[in-house]
């Protein structure tokens, strides 16, 4: 059987998600990033080694996330995709008459305007990063809930309060304004997701067309609290779909697999990638005034690719040639 | 004498007519080299915090020209045409660049305010050539050759050149037959190949013809800015909301990109009122695409790609 290997590597997690030939997942795995890209790749490869029913070959691989070019190089990909694309994708195939998507992922949020399968608008949040998981994470920690029960004690909420949703600064000393004043935990935790869904509609949804059916994407997605604040604001369901965490990677998994089609052939290195000695470095180019900082990819010893430069001095140097 | 003139914000307008004059009455013209690090580093470390990207751009050039130059050309541009306005921290720069606590050569600006008659620009020249010792005549003849090597630039750039091309004397490639893009944004962002990442380049790259404001006649521009509620009266956001009308109206391009730099008053309300008619239109893809001082292109590449996959996915359907 044939397989097709999708990697989402993001600043917070990296996802792997494993297709088969008609586009069911056969495993999917959702995996910390930690700030070692190169190491959670690694991982995320042995797992999907150990997992692979036998007999099963891999036809095809896509990469995405902002890790997208590393993680190809190292595993050896047919397509490298930004994330809008894939997560387009990927709720296209959930949801052919999808017409918007909102993604809250990690480090960022993004939202996709679809009409008749094809991608019409999108958006991505700028300078700002309130509203994302990350400040999700931060505040459950401060509050003392597990960030698993944070949407559930959200949906106990009988009068959500009034947070500003406008700063994460802002939102958080607003809430610790509300503890001391004695409301309840749950009544703060509900109030915070109509906040952060306020911040992300004002902000990365500015002035675009919603309209149903909504797919809500992401990690965030998990969270019922965002869910419900979502729907309440919007007045349409919002549908998560099953494999919401990882759609980004499924979406790469989709692509590689049309990136294939009528080859025979795949870019893959194989698992083995997961044993191999990886070493990056980057280095200041004296070249020019603009001292780009140059970044170098060496797999197993051997040059595999380097970027950074504007010029193309470096990157465009052949890696073969290079790698003696 | 060596006079500086800081390659960065209205030079990407008027570098024909400001470096010809100067020329013309026998000055050494010294510019500052396209922007690189080092430049956006000083700029940034000597500018007020609240400054937008291109004014930071600005102070960089000047301080990279201060050590070679006698003095230091940078005229307080209110109006270029009757009836409108430059922005307002452009007016205000010399004054800005003063006080920036900094070891400057003196600091010529003669104010070039086109409100206060047709000739105003000329005579502003002449007034500042004579305190540097040229008598009116020879100022005079100076910028009737000075006017005539700018009408030689923007006759170029209408014939779908960019300010890049023209100063590298790149050929004509025939590029007619490919799919155009506009993209519409201050020239000092655009052609500045460092601050945008090399947008222009990168399009280029991807097979796109490249349409941009300045290569529409002046006509064209009027009539659409005609068109809205109320005239606006910044000279720049015309520009940007006239072609971005017109290409709308009339199609011939596959998507429309507008750059902003972060901090950026005027375009906060021109971005806005385009992005609303590219809205109402809703036929072409339409891109925000913000800069700031930071020098990794990731963010940028991705909304780049994502857009472009976004036209292609588009003219396929």
């Not at chain 1, 949020?109 to 509203?131: E, P, W, Y």
């Not at chain 1, 802002?170 to 309840?184: C, N, R, V």
């Not at chain 2, 990279?64 to 921290?89: D, M």
């Not at chain 2, 006239?242 to 507008?258: C, T």
């Amino acid at each position: 059987m044939q397989a097709y290997l999708g990697l989402d590597v993001g600043s917070v997690s990296t996802n792997l998600v494993l297709l088969d030939e008609r586009g069911e997942v056969i495993s999917s795995l959702y995996l910390r990033t930690q700030g070692n890209p190169i190491r959670a790749v690694q991982e995320g490869l042995a797992q999907v080694e150990k997992e692979i029913p036998a007999g099963t070959s891999i036809a095809g691989v896509g990469t995405t996330g902002s890790g997208r070019q590393l993680a190809a190089t190292m595993v050896g990909a047919d397509t490298v995709k930004n994330e809008i694309t894939a997560h387009a994708v990927a709720a296209l195939n959930e949801l052919p008459e999808v017409q918007t998507v909102l993604e809250i992922g990690g480090q960022d949020s993004k939202i996709i305007i679809l009409r008749q399968g094809v991608v019409v608008d999108f958006a991505m949040n700028t300078v700002c990063a309130a509203g994302t998981g990350s400040f999700l994470d931060r505040q459950a920690a401060r509050l003392g809930v597990p960030i698993e029960e944070f949407g559930a004690l959200a949906e106990r909420a009988e009068n959500p309060v009034r947070i500003a949703g406008r700063c994460a600064v802002f939102a958080e000393s607003d809430m610790i304004h509300k503890q001391q004043l004695g409301y309840p935990v749950e009544d703060i935790v509900a109030g915070l997701c109509e906040a952060l869904v306020r911040n992300y509609l004002n902000n990365v949804a500015k002035g675009k067309d919603i309209a149903a059916p909504i797919l809500f994407q992401g990690g965030v997605a998990a969270n019922i609290g965002m869910r419900r604040a979502f729907e309440k604001a919007l007045g349409f369901p919002v549908i998560v779909p099953p494999y919401h965490a990882v759609m980004g990677a499924l979406g790469a998994a989709l692509l590689a697999k049309r990136a294939v089609a009528g080859r025979r052939s795949t870019h893959f290195r194989g698992f083995d990638v997961s044993r191999w000695h990886f070493a990056v470095s980057s280095r200041s180019c004296g070249g020019c005034a603009n001292q780009c900082e140059v970044v170098e990819i060496r797999g197993e010893g051997k040059l595999l690719a380097r970027w950074g430069d504007r010029c193309g001095r470096w990157s465009n140097v052949s890696v073969e040639a290079a790698g003696r | 004498m060596r006079i500086g003139i800081p390659r960065a914000l209205l030079y990407y307008h008027y570098y024909p007519l400001w470096l010809t004059f100067w020329q013309q009455l026998g000055l050494q013209v010294k510019s500052s080299p396209p922007t690189n690090k080092e430049i956006l580093n000083q700029g940034v470390s000597a500018a007020v915090a609240e400054a937008c990207l291109p004014v930071k751009v600005f102070y960089g050039h000047a301080l990279h020209l201060a050590p070679q130059a006698e003095f230091l050309f940078v005229p307080r541009l209110v109006s270029a045409e009757p009836g409108t306005y430059i922005c307002p921290k452009l007016m205000g720069l010399p004054d800005m660049l003063r006080h920036a606590g900094k070891k400057l050569p003196p600091v010529i600006s003669p104010t070039l305010n086109a409100r206060c008659g047709p000739r105003a620009w000329e005579l502003a020249f002449i007034r500042t050539a004579a305190v540097l010792g040229f008598g009116a005549r020879q100022a005079e003849r100076a910028w009737k050759v000075a006017v005539a090597e700018q009408a030689r630039y923007t006759a170029k750039l209408g014939e779908g050149k960019t300010p890049l091309d023209v100063s590298e004397g790149a050929e004509d490639d025939d590029r007619s037959s490919r799919k155009a893009l506009l993209v519409l944004s201050h020239p000092y962002n655009l052609f500045d190949d460092f601050v945008s990442l090399g947008l222009i380049r990168r399009l280029r790259a991807r097979g796109y013809r490249v349409i941009t404001a300045e290569m529409l006649p002046g006509r064209v521009i009027a009539e659409e800015a005609a068109r809205l509620p109320k005239a606006l009266f910044w000279s720049l956001g015309r520009l940007i909301l006239g072609a971005g009308g017109y290409y709308l109206r009339s199609g011939g391009v596959v998507g429309i990109i507008h750059v902003v730099s972060f901090g950026c008053g005027p375009d906060s309300l021109v971005g806005e009122l385009l992005e609303r008619q590219a809205r109402r239109f809703g036929k072409l893809p339409f891109l925000l695409l913000t800069l700031d001082e930071h020098t990794g292109d990731g963010g940028m590449v991705t909304r780049l790609e994502a857009f472009l996959d976004m036209v292609e996915w588009r003219g396929a359907s």
